[in-house]
């Protein structure tokens, strides 16, 4: 589980710093090595929002 916490943590930490790319492929990470985490729903739901902040990242950059 140290391992696992320790991936929620760098991907919040990049979430944090506006690198969603980051946070997206940590969160993936996380689903494919440990999909019946105890931090798997936490990490699908952030993994959401973070996508969502790449998407809206992409077509504000598209419109400048």
Same mark, same amino acid.
């Given at each position: 589980?140290? @391992?696992?916490? /320790? +991936?929620?943590?760098? &991907? &919040?930490? @990049?979430? =944090? =710093? $506006?690198?969603?790319? #980051? #946070?997206?492929r940590l969160? /993936?990470? +996380? +689903? #494919?090595?440990?999909?019946d985490s105890?931090? &798997?729903?936490? @990490? $699908?739901?952030?993994m959401k929002?973070?996508? $969502?902040? +790449?998407?809206? =990242? $992409? !077509?504000?950059? !598209?419109?400048?």
């Amino acid at each position: 589980v140290g @391992a696992q916490k /320790r +991936l929620i943590e760098v &991907a &919040a930490k @990049a979430g =944090a =710093a $506006r690198q969603p790319e #980051a #946070a997206v492929r940590l969160y /993936r990470t +996380l +689903l #494919a090595k440990y999909p019946d985490s105890p931090f &798997a729903q936490f @990490a $699908r739901e952030n993994m959401k929002l973070e996508e $969502r902040r +790449l998407v809206t =990242a $992409r !077509d504000t950059s !598209d419109r400048g």
